[in-house]
């Protein structure tokens, strides 16, 4: 029988109730004595201490054997598992052994398989690696290459943007537009150059209809028959014809180029051409084939256009065909004098009365220079009198400036086709040059009057100092002797001695300050030009020497020619004293007026070297002095 440890504690608590209880009893018999006096309580209590140390010793005991025994049989249990699993682990160790073995067999010929592949890896990593360094060789080239090539691009791609815009750029100068035509559809495309020379825009309608409105009405038809006739001999176009621009109905030519392409059948499919506004060429042709019959300056007809119509009018319907000459009085005298654009305007005014007073058929021609001739088919004496007084008339009411115009003329008719041509031209010339004889001089006379007034009218002090030195001249004159005709003369060329101030620039005469160099150039070219003026006029030839010398000087530094002493005429001796002496005594722009004294010193100073050293004491002692 087990007696478990709660048995155990019953129990004692049961024996240690009961003997509270008969302690309880006994102290109840004598209630005078405590209980814890009383001997048996004493036992009792001792008894029940040690009933309960051997209790628990008891209870410990038998906890520790059935502990003992129960780890023990744990003990057993855990060697047999152990044993069990140690047998199991013995069995797995020798399969382990016998899988290691043969896994180390396996790995051994895999490490020798792997060895020899790592060999052969290595083989191809190296051939990689090379083949990856020839690839990236390969790579840089290609990508240089490429670098390259996009570079050659972007400048192919520069070049041709660039080609482009000259293109457009010189369609656009050129006025030169492209156009493609697709004789199908009946439509046609063009560039924005050509929408600019047809003077249309996108939304204009490009069709047959829209062109041919665009053609100028008097060469439809033209053209039409023109592209019937390349079509049919399958030719290029090439073809000039009139235009009327649709934005402004301006007319234009225009010149169009093109190439046709037939189908199989030579049937007219497309048409790829290009058109070019031409109308300055046209213009410019037209003015040169103007030019080549007409006289640039006046407009008349040319010596060539003349000779070409005189061969033409040589027949016997256009008899009797006069020959009229003409020639301007006075031009080269006015040339010199006011240059040759006031002449040239003088032509251009006779070339005005010409053609206003001769008939619309009648043939006008400038031959050159002061020369005309005037054509006039089926017109005799009669009616050529009557023409040249119209004309004559006509020119009395015309001048340019101050000047009149003046025209001498001479002609011959001819009546029968016996008479050269040619011949009744000369006669007609020599008819002119003798009226010429006695118009000119006339007309000279009164154009040399013209430019001494106009000079003193461009100069009032150039008029004054001309009176002064001409009223010196003829004292200067008076006092040597001179007979009366010299005198006369020699006032004449005092007066005009500076004539050839005329064609020198007003600010160049009137200007304050010191002439410039070529100022100064320009200042001693007057003795030519009055020279050139006065010797045109029959019976000035003689002054017009004087008037060419009078500043050269007694040591030969003067000018135009540098005569020296005796050499110069004693004319100009004279008008170089009167002049010096004029322009000390007088106020200039640049200066106030000399007192007479220091006039007369720098005389005596120069006399020898700029003056005639007896004509300086001569003028000093009988026309200053006197």
């Given at each position: 029988m087990k007696i478990t440890s709660r048995k155990f504690i019953i129990f004692w608590m049961l024996s240690f109730s009961i003997l509270l209880l008969y302690t309880n009893r006994v102290s109840a018999a004598s209630p005078s004595a405590p209980s814890y006096d009383n001997p048996s309580f004493r036992v009792i209590v001792i008894g029940s201490a040690v009933f309960l140390v051997a209790l628990l010793m008891f209870i410990w005991n038998r906890t520790l054997q059935r502990l003992v025994k129960q780890k023990t049989s744990e003990l057993w249990n855990a060697l047999r598992a152990r044993k069990q699993v140690e047998a199991e682990i013995r069995e797995l160790n020798a399969e382990l052994e016998s899988r290691v073995i043969e896994r180390t067999s396996q790995l051994e010929d895999l490490y020798n398989a792997l060895e020899q592949?790592?060999?052969?890896?290595?083989?191809?990593?190296?051939?990689?690696?090379?083949?990856?360094e020839e690839f990236r060789a390969l790579n840089e080239e290609l990508e240089n290459k490429v670098q390259m090539r996009t570079s050659e691009l972007d400048e192919l791609n520069t070049i041709l943007e660039q080609h482009n815009a000259l293109l457009s750029e010189s369609q656009r100068v050129a006025r030169l537009g492209s156009y493609v035509t697709d004789f199908i559809t009946r439509e046609w495309r063009c560039s924005p150059e050509l929408h600019e020379i047809l003077g249309i825009d996108s939304t204009y309608p490009h069709t047959r209809e829209g062109w041919l409105a665009i053609i100028h009405p008097d060469w439809r038809a033209p053209i039409i028959n023109y592209f019937s006739k390349v079509t049919r001999a399958q030719q290029g176009f090439d073809f000039e014809y009139k235009i009327i621009r649709i934005h402004d109905g301006e007319e234009r030519w225009v010149h169009e180029l093109g190439k046709i392409d037939f189908d199989h059948q030579a049937k007219a499919v497309s048409l790829i051409g290009m058109i070019q506004d031409v109308t300055d060429r046209k213009h410019y042709e037209e003015k040169i084939v103007y030019l080549s019959f007409h006289d640039q300056l006046t407009g008349l007809y040319n010596r060539r256009f003349f000779e070409e119509e005189l061969k033409r009018l040589d027949v016997a319907r256009n008899f009797p065909l006069t020959l009229v000459m003409a020639d301007v009085n006075g031009l080269k005298l006015i040339n010199d004098s006011f240059g040759h654009a006031f002449g040239d305007e003088l032509l251009k005014n006779v070339a005005d009365v010409l053609r206003k007073g001769c008939r619309g058929d009648d043939i006008i021609a400038r031959l050159g220079g002061d020369e005309f001739v005037i054509l006039l088919p089926e017109t005799d004496c009669v009616e050529t009198e009557q023409i040249l007084k119209r004309i004559n008339a006509l020119a009395g009411k015309e001048k340019v400036g101050s000047i009149e115009l003046s025209i001498s003329f001479g002609y011959e008719t001819k009546r029968s086709e016996t008479e050269d041509i040619l011949e009744l031209l000369n006669k007609a010339e020599d008819f002119m040059y003798k009226r010429k004889l006695f118009e000119g001089p006339s007309m000279r006379g009164k154009t040399i009057q013209t430019i001494i007034k106009t000079l003193h009218e461009k100069n009032k002090r150039e008029e004054e100092h001309s009176y002064r030195v001409s009223a010196?001249?003829?004292?200067?004159?008076?006092?040597?002797?001179?007979p009366e005709g010299e005198i006369?003369?020699?006032?004449t060329v005092g007066l005009l001695h500076d004539i050839g101030k005329i064609a020198i620039d007003e600010e160049i005469l009137n200007k304050p300050g010191i002439l410039t160099k070529n100022e100064w150039e320009e200042i001693k070219r007057h003795?030519?030009?009055g020279y050139r003026i006065l010797s045109t006029v029959n019976g000035m030839v003689e002054m017009a020497e004087y008037v060419l010398a009078h500043h050269e000087r007694w040591d030969g530094l003067g000018y135009p020619k540098g005569l020296k002493g005796e050499e110069l005429p004693l004319q100009p001796r004279i008008i170089a004293i009167a002049d010096a002496y004029d322009a000390m005594t007088s106020a200039r722009s640049y200066r106030d007026a000399l007192p007479d004294e220091v006039a007369i010193a720098e005389l005596q100073k120069n006399a020898g070297i700029q003056f005639d050293p007896e004509l300086v004491k001569i003028f000093i002692d009988k026309v200053i002095n006197s």
């Open positions: 592949s790592n060999a052969l890896l290595k083989e191809e990593i190296i051939k990689r690696e090379n083949v990856e010196l001249c003829q004292s200067m004159g008076e006092a040597l002797g001179l006369q003369e020699l006032k003795p030519e030009i």
